[in-house]
């Protein structure tokens, strides 16, 4: 069935969900490169990303793939682009890597990673990884923590998935941080790679060795998407070891900041931060009337992140909220002095209280904001864990993320601290 499997995507525009417009947007999140970097394109197929990184990115790409007809059409495709200089092809298996240690400024695995599992590839390839380098992976994952059992049924016998936040601890567990995470968009799996594919299975001929298995398979895969493709998703992660300093996508380095819960003592530098931050009063307010009500403020979730200079440059506050009457934490404000905004501050303080959350057993946190960029930690439509506002609030805005995957998410209305004034 392999043979038959790779006989239908043979010339394909792809082998599975993905876009140059999604590549292009990882590069984007992978921040700053050296001029001309050596990235390693691991499970490169026939080499989309691998020539975009070349010919976009300046890349000298090594393009790694097990099917020679793939690595064969990247080269060919290649030279009739003068891109031959720029990109080396080489068979051999992505868990069995054969280049030296800290050799590539970025790994590059779109759509690839399934082959060998989430948890083998980031720790295979750590050790490539040369200092202040990056890994860009999509990985295919459940949006909510309990999707359909048709679903579950058909990826756990193809694939085992897990929610972003599992895999978010996963990363963090073979020694990485989540620098972003972002979901494909749906176009991904069609226009490039279902319809497509689609055109080839009603070509194929069912009497070929192994394809009239190969197509039953592939005919249930596109059907579970069109049925129950809302219980699962691509997403893109940008991964950098943990003791690596890393760029934002501006250009601009990041500083290596310190974080911890409030005391007594910054409660004024939190205010000035807040009103730094935004245009009224109105988040300083809510924050100070939040850390006066003792059924919504929670000890040790009202974080800060600090510069070397000891400068308080950020904050974020997790306070307690209900979903019909369970318990979840709204996060609300963040803020961030202007001179610090997209140096890493804020990012810094979500990331340590959705850490110190996790460590004190809560599971749902929920979001009212920016929809590109909370999905960088995990965060997905409310209304996938059938969860809604108590106010009109465009879809995309309002977000979920449970810090728990194996933990039921509650559903119904958002019920916020009085202080909210909703």
């Known amino acids: 069935m392999v043979r038959a499997l790779l006989a239908l995507h043979d010339r394909l525009p792809r082998q599975g969900p993905g876009s140059d417009a999604t590549t292009r947007r990882l590069l984007e999140l992978a921040g700053r490169l050296p001029e001309r970097p050596r990235i390693l394109d691991a499970g490169c197929g026939p080499g989309r990303s691998a020539l975009l990184l070349a010919e976009e990115a300046g890349a000298r790409v090594t393009a790694v793939d097990l099917h020679q007809p793939f690595l064969d059409e990247l080269t060919d495709e290649a030279a009739r682009r003068g891109l031959d200089r720029r990109i ?35 720790r295979a390839w750590r050790r490539l990884l040369a200092p202040g380098g990056v890994l860009v992976v999509t990985e295919i994952e459940w949006t909510g923590p309990h999707p359909s059992a048709r679903a579950r049924a058909h990826w756990d016998g193809v694939y085992p998935l897990r929610t972003a936040a599992a895999n978010a601890a996963a990363a963090h567990a073979a020694g990485y941080r989540v620098d972003a995470h972002w979901p494909l968009p749906e176009s991904d799996w069609w226009t490039e790679y279902y319809t497509p594919l689609g055109e080839r299975i009603d070509r194929a001929d069912p009497a070929r060795p192994g394809m009239a298995a190969a197509l039953t398979a592939l005919r249930a895969e596109i059907a579970m998407r069109r049925e129950h493709g809302g219980d699962y998703a691509y997403a893109g992660y940008v991964l950098r070891p943990l003791d690596t300093p890393h760029a934002h996508a501006n250009g601009n380095p990041m500083t290596a900041w310190t974080t911890r819960p409030e005391t007594t003592g910054d409660i004024a530098a939190i205010r000035a931060v807040n009103l730094a931050a935004f245009p009224t009063a109105e988040e300083a307010a809510l924050v100070d009337a939040l850390r006066a009500d003792p059924e919504a403020w929670i000890d040790g979730l009202s974080m800060v992140s600090a510069s070397p200079d000891g400068t308080l440059a950020g904050h974020a506050l997790l306070t307690r909220c209900h979903v019909d009457g369970h318990p979840a934490l709204a996060l609300a404000p963040c803020a961030v002095l202007p001179e610090y905004q997209r140096t890493g501050a804020g990012s810094a303080a979500i990331r340590a209280a959705l850490d110190a959350a996790r460590r004190l057993g809560e599971n749902l946190v929920l979001v009212l904001g920016h929809a590109d960029y909370y999905p960088r930690f995990g965060f997905t439509p409310a209304s996938r864990f059938g969860i809604r506002a108590p106010f009109e609030a465009p879809d995309e805005a309002m977000m979920a993320l449970t810090l728990d995957s194996a933990r039921p998410a509650p559903t119904g209305t958002i019920r916020y601290p009085a202080a909210f004034g909703v």
């Open 88 to 122: 080396t092809a080489v068979a051999c298996s992505m868990d069995r890597l054969p280049f030296p240690d800290h050799g590539f400024d970025a790994i590059w695995a779109e759509g690839s990673v399934y082959t060998i599992g989430f948890d083998t590839a980031l």
